[in-house]
């Protein structure tokens, strides 16, 4: 006789998965260097981030938490290195832009959910689902989700930058098991990232669900993923829900 699977937590990345940026980083950096005098091109200011943002996570991983960094100071140096590179080498003139930027990234109007997300959430509370976040972000995603009504969804938030642990990290998905006092066997994760999200919430043995969005699969993680683990939008969750749990695998 084979016993059916019921899965009584899901915990849930944020970043492209719950939520995205209602502007490009690019555009958002061009718009307050405006505000404050200095004009940089938004698409110079986008190609430099992204290269900063690697190194920064190279040398400082977690917001240089562990190497006495604060996420305000970690941010700050992102943003000064980025106008930099950007060709913008004042410092004072740049630390006023970097000091607005935190803030204005810690404002929930900054972000906005995608599609489906809400009622995705609430239909898995409905269904008496546990839900929670872990995710690697810093200290102002409490803030970002209460200010866009989605806090009250999560019985609580793990992120990197509270526990220390960054995904993939198999000690913060461990935290979120303990604290939910569940089996990895009966809870899943669901995040756009192969590596961070699908792989490492499998290693410990919890199910995983990768969010993909319209755009072709990478054919790596074609390759690895099966189907039925694919999310093309949040609202394919609840079917994936209730194949997962009739079948007689699971994992």
């Known amino acids: 006789m084979t016993h059916q699977l019921q899965i009584r937590l899901l915990t849930w990345d944020v970043k492209d998965t719950l939520l995205r940026l209602r502007r490009p980083v690019g555009e958002q950096y061009a718009s307050s260097a405006r505000a404050h005098g200095l004009k940089v091109e938004a698409p110079v200011l986008e190609q430099a981030f992204r290269q900063v943002i690697k190194a920064q996570n190279h040398s400082f991983p977690n917001y240089g938490l562990s190497q006495g960094l604060t996420c305000r100071q970690w941010w700050q140096d992102v943003v000064l290195q980025t106008f930099h590179l950007a060709g913008a080498r004042d410092a004072q003139a740049v630390a006023p832009i970097a000091d607005q930027l935190y803030k204005d990234f810690s404002r929930p109007c900054t972000w906005q959910m995608?599609?489906?997300?809400?009622?995705?959430?609430?239909?898995?509370?409905?269904?008496?689902?546990?839900?929670?976040?872990?995710?690697?972000?810093?200290?102002?995603?409490?803030?970002?989700?209460?200010?866009?009504?989605?806090?009250?969804?999560?019985?609580?938030?793990?992120?990197?930058?509270?526990?220390?642990?960054?995904?993939?990290?198999?000690?913060?998905?461990?935290?979120?098991?303990?604290?939910?006092?569940?089996?990895?066997?009966?809870?899943?994760?669901?995040?756009?990232?192969?590596?961070?999200?699908?792989?490492?919430?499998?290693?410990?043995?919890?199910?995983?669900?990768?969010?993909?969005?319209?755009?072709?699969?990478?054919?790596?993680?074609?390759?690895?993923?099966?189907?039925?683990?694919?999310?093309?939008?949040?609202?394919?969750?609840?079917?994936?829900?209730?194949?997962?749990?009739?079948?007689?695998?699971?994992?």
């Not at 006092?181 to 994760?189: D, F, G, I, L």
């Not at 043995?205 to 990768?210: A, D, I, Q, R, Y």
């Not at 189907?227 to 829900?241: N, Y």
Request: with cysteine; hydrophobic share 40%.
């Open 114 to 251: 995608l599609e489906g997300a809400e009622d995705t959430l609430k239909g898995c509370r409905k269904r008496g689902l546990r839900l929670a976040v872990v995710s690697n972000f810093d200290e102002r995603l409490e803030g970002i989700l209460m200010g866009l009504g989605l806090r009250e969804h999560f019985d609580f938030v793990l992120t990197s930058g509270a526990t220390g642990w960054c995904k993939p990290d198999p000690r913060i998905f461990q935290e979120a098991l303990r604290l939910a006092h569940v089996e990895p066997a009966v809870a899943a994760h669901i995040g756009d990232s192969y590596h961070n999200d699908y792989k490492g919430a499998r290693a410990v043995g919890m199910h995983s669900f990768l969010v993909v969005g319209p755009g072709p699969l990478d054919p790596a993680v074609k390759d690895s993923v099966p189907q039925e683990h694919i999310l093309p939008s949040l609202p394919h969750l609840l079917s994936a829900l209730d194949r997962l749990e009739n079948s007689s695998t699971g994992l």
